[in-house]
């Protein structure tokens, strides 16, 4: 159960209720109409609670849950106990992540403007929108309907924020221009320049970057994450796309829709991500390359070549991952015919 300290549970709802919410089909021994109070995993749920079961993995705790009702693909439907409502779905997850909105929904801002935040006289404030302690936002900025910006956060001079965006403490936008139902977290940075300058025998002489960040609807991008404004194209994430904590991208870099960046991702310059491109941790891309539609890099994997559409790549510097995994089979045998 989430700390009441920091979580405010809505509902109850029925499992009728929660089925309808998340198209999942009721099923099982439990009952309907059952009132659920509150979301919890298999081993601690209770009677009043939904769960889920989304890995084989965890299959006996399934077995031996106490909750109400509970979210299960329909091949494992049969391994539930006596008792428990089943809501019946090819994607428990999403279910479940469906129905915890329901009972945990994100509360809306409390318009205002805190007496220590800077707001210049110019700045466009949509309907709604709040302001928090010691926050900044410059000259001709122009922020939607209900944004929150939270503590300490910096809105440069001309920054465009669609509605319903939410910039957390201490981060800074500056040169750009971001879309609707974005959730920049704390610490981010983005806008600031790019990685830009000219080899010199004396020294590098500075390239002065000139574009933009433009970032799409629906965009998540981590705490401590930075986006680099392009040096005259812009840098651009695209709807949908998930951003993980302590991820650099340079500028031009190009992300298309619903990507997923993990946790230290870095991508150079001037590359390209198609739809749909998945980076595990640590993933490292040099600058200039195209990732191609649904391609997948592993974890830890310096690429530095392109990336066909629906390739999965591994390694350093990356391969195929059929490549890369018959490459370790054969050194596997090399060592231990070296051991005999």
Request: charged share 20%; with cysteine; aromatic share 6%.
């Amino acid at each position: 159960m989430a700390d009441k300290r920091f979580f405010t549970v809505a509902g109850p709802f029925t499992a009728e209720e929660i089925a309808g919410r998340t198209g999942a089909t009721l099923a099982g021994s439990g009952n309907g109409k059952l009132a659920l109070r509150d979301v919890a995993p298999l081993d601690a749920a209770r009677p009043d609670q939904l769960s889920f079961l989304d890995n084989r993995k965890y299959i006996d705790l399934f077995r031996k849950t106490g909750a109400g009702a509970c979210f299960v693909h329909p091949d494992l439907a049969s391994e539930a106990p006596k008792g428990v409502a089943l809501l019946v779905t090819p994607e428990p997850y999403r279910a479940y992540a469906l129905a915890a909105q329901a009972f945990y929904p994100e509360p809306p801002p409390v318009p205002g403007i805190a007496p220590s935040a800077v707001v210049d006289a110019t700045v466009e404030l949509g309907e709604g929108c709040r302001i928090e302690a010691n926050a900044v936002i410059g000259d001709h900025a122009k922020l939607g309907r209900r944004c929150l910006v939270g503590p300490n956060a910096v809105i440069g001079a001309g920054v465009v924020l669609g509605d319903d965006v939410r910039v957390g403490s201490c981060a800074s936008i500056s040169h750009s221009l971001i879309g609707n139902r974005v959730r920049i977290y704390p610490g981010a940075r983005l806008g600031q320049d790019g990685f830009g300058f000219a080899p010199d025998r004396n020294g590098f002489v500075k390239v002065p970057q000139l574009g933009r960040v433009i970032v799409g609807d629906d965009v998540e991008i981590g705490a401590n994450s930075t986006v680099d404004r392009g040096a005259g194209p812009d840098t651009v994430i695209g709807p949908g796309t998930m951003i993980d904590n302590l991820v650099q991208i340079g500028h031009n870099v190009q992300i298309g829709r619903q990507c997923v960046l993990v946790s230290q991702t870095g991508i150079s310059g001037s590359t390209k991500l198609g739809d749909f491109v998945m980076i595990g941790g640590q993933g490292g891309l040099t600058g200039h390359l195209n990732i191609g539609s649904g391609a997948k890099i592993g974890a830890q994997a310096g690429v530095m070549r392109d990336v066909p559409a629906g390739e999965t790549v591994i390694g350093a510097p990356a391969i195929p991952a059929r490549e890369f995994f018959r490459q370790v089979a054969a050194l596997q045998r090399l060592a231990k015919k070296r051991d005999d």
